[in-house]
């Protein structure tokens, strides 16, 4: 299985949090390639779909999917994400830091990980905004996403997770 988001009803994900608390990501259903997520912590569902090497999400602001994630990654392949939040046009734009590195979290060694990271912007009046905030995505080949860092010291590591043998994409 050569992704880095395997999707398949039934995939879940449990991670802790750096406050000890922790959520689960469960792909809850799939009509017409679109996968119904759910988020143990906001309750909150939110689709995923594959197309062609690109993985869109409305995470987030639904009913906007925007590219959150690549298969056919090359260190310094960059993208963005646009998107409305709080009534703010908000930009996340992903950068390609490393691939086919390896990672401990929580205890355990995964290979073949692809680090990405984000950096926020927002957009007023046409004029974008650093926000001098950014994310790190660290997704394992065949296992997901495994670790999630901020640069304000937020930490989410994978401390399970189950998939399915019919996870295709």
Do not use: C
């Not at 959520?23 to 939110?46: E, G």
């Not at 670790?147 to 994409?169: I, N, P, V």
Request: net charge negative; charged share 20%.
């Amino acid at each position: 299985m050569n992704t880095y988001y395997p999707l398949a009803i039934g995939n879940t994900w449990h991670y802790r949090m750096k406050d000890g608390a922790s959520y689960t990501n469960l792909v809850h259903n799939s009509k017409d390639a679109t996968f119904t997520m759910m988020n143990s912590m906001t309750n909150a569902a939110s689709a995923v779909i594959k197309e062609g090497d690109t993985f869109f999400t409305d995470a987030f602001e639904k009913g906007n999917f925007q590219p959150f994630l690549k298969d056919n990654l090359h260190v310094g392949d960059a993208w963005k994400a646009t998107f409305t939040a709080n009534g703010i046009k908000s930009i996340l734009e992903f950068t390609v830091k490393e691939i086919a590195a390896q990672k401990e979290v929580e205890g355990k060694q995964y290979s073949d990980v692809a680090v990405l990271e984000a950096e926020s912007k927002m957009e007023m009046n046409g004029t974008v905004i650093p926000l001098n905030f950014s994310t790190q995505y660290f997704y394992a080949q065949g296992v997901g996403l495994i670790l999630t860092t901020s640069s304000f010291g937020d930490y989410q590591a994978l401390s399970a997770y189950t998939l399915s043998r019919d996870s295709k994409t």
